[in-house]
C-alpha cells in the first residue's frame, strides 16, 4: 500500500490507484498507475468491484474499478508521488483498519472472501443478499 | 433489447442503461435505467465487465459498468425514450450482430459465455489469456 502524501487521508496508507486518462481503458490505468507508484508490472485478471458510493471521497463523488493483479516484474519502490510503500498482512486488517484511507478497507476485507472463494465470491454475494 | 431512437446508432438494438447521477451508486444507476427504458424491476447479482475501450462510442470516451440482472417485477414496457422493447434469441446473436448498437454484441457473446460457467467465466478467462 502506499501512504499518502496530501489530504485527504495524509499520512493514511491507500491501494495504490488513480484516474484512468481520457483514450485510455481501465485495465491500461491500472497497469499504469501500479507501475508509477510501486514500479511493478502487474495484469488483471479480475475485477474485485466498482465502488461508487457518494460519500467515499470527502472531495467529490467517484467510482473505482478495483482490479486484482498478479505482479509479472520488477522490485517494488515508491514513485515520486508516493510517500512510501508497505506490505500489510491481511490478517491484521482489523487492527490497522484506522490507517488506512477512504473504503480501502472495505475493499480489502472484500478481497479477502474473494481470495477465500477463488474469485466466485461476487456472484454468491450477491445472489443471496 | 431497446430499439435506439437516435444517433449514433439510431434504429439499432442497445442494451438498457445511461449516464450514472452525480451522488448516486452504479448499482442504483443500473435499476433506475432498466426502470424507466423497461418498466422493471431488477437487481444487480454480478457484474459481467468494465468496457472502456475509447472507440466503443463515437462520441466521446466513455465505460460502462455492465451487470447481471434479475427481474424482480414488473411487466416490460418501453420509456419514453426508448423506440420498442425486444427480447432477443441468444442462439440467433451471430445472425443479428450488424443491428446491434456500440459493443453489445460483444456484451452479449461475454453474457453467454458468463451463464455457460455460472458466473466464474471473468477470473477463468483472465487468467488463461
Known amino acids: 500500500m502506499v501512504s499518502r502524501q496530501k489530504e485527504p487521508y495524509k499520512g493514511r496508507l491507500a491501494l495504490p490507484g488513480g484516474?484512468?486518462?481520457?483514450?485510455?481503458?481501465?485495465e491500461d490505468?491500472?497497469?499504469?498507475?501500479?507501475l508509477e507508484e510501486c514500479a511493478l508490472e502487474v495484469?488483471?485478471?479480475?475485477?474485485l468491484g466498482v465502488y461508487s458510493d457518494p460519500r467515499r471521497d470527502p472531495r467529490k463523488h467517484t467510482l473505482s474499478v478495483v482490479f486484482v493483479g498478479l505482479i509479472l516484474s520488477g522490485d517494488e519502490?515508491?514513485?515520486d508521488d508516493a510517500g512510501g510503500l508497505e506490505w500489510i498482512d491481511l490478517a491484521n486488517l482489523e487492527k490497522i483498519r484506522d490507517q488506512i484511507a477512504f473504503d480501502h478497507?472495505?475493499?480489502l476485507s472484500d478481497?479477502?472472501?474473494?481470495?477465500a472463494s477463488a474469485g466466485t465470491y461476487w456472484s454468491t454475494r450477491r445472489r443471496s443478499s
Open 19 to 26: 484516474f484512468v486518462d481520457e483514450g485510455e481503458t481501465v
Open 29 to 34: 490505468a491500472f497497469r499504469r498507475e501500479v
Open 43 to 47: 495484469e488483471p485478471i479480475d475485477i
Open 77 to 79: 519502490k515508491a514513485g
Open 105 to 107: 478497507a472495505q475493499i
Open 111 to 115: 478481497y479477502v472472501q474473494w481470495k
